[in-house]
């Protein structure tokens, strides 16, 4: 079985920064797409970077500029970076990854439970 834990989101101010991480753990063979999205009250969950396994990587254009998506292969951890912070940028923010696990022949998509992020003004 495979999960996905994130931590590192809490209260920041507009302009700050914040890192989040997502651990990985369980029986994983191998970790193909993980990133990173996020779902405002009353808002559909969205998209807001992705890292491949080659760490080609894509960001919301309302990210962009500001957040940088990172993966520890060694540790199957990824990171997300928030800089210049604002306050449409609080949300619950999840993780996501597309996982192997040794007891399976295929990959999967896996999802952490998610950390809130509460940008303040």
């Known amino acids: 079985q495979v999960q996905l834990v994130e931590s590192g989101g809490g209260l920041g101010q507009a302009g700050g920064s914040l890192r989040l991480s997502c651990a990985a753990s369980?029986?994983?063979?191998?970790?193909?797409?993980m990133g990173w999205y996020r779902q405002a009250p009353g808002k559909q969950r969205e998209l807001v970077a992705t890292i491949t396994s080659y760490d080609s990587t894509n960001y919301a254009a309302s990210v962009k500029g500001r957040f940088t998506i990172s993966r520890d292969n060694t540790k199957n951890t990824m990171y997300l970076q928030m800089n210049n912070l604002k306050p449409e940028d609080t949300a619950v923010y999840y993780c996501?990854?597309?996982?192997?696990?040794?007891?399976?022949?295929?990959?999967?998509?896996?999802w952490g439970k998610g950390t809130p992020v509460t940008v303040s003004s």
């Open positions: 369980g029986s994983i063979f191998s970790i193909a797409h």
């Open positions: 996501n990854a597309v996982i192997r696990s040794y007891a399976s022949s295929g990959y999967a998509q896996n």
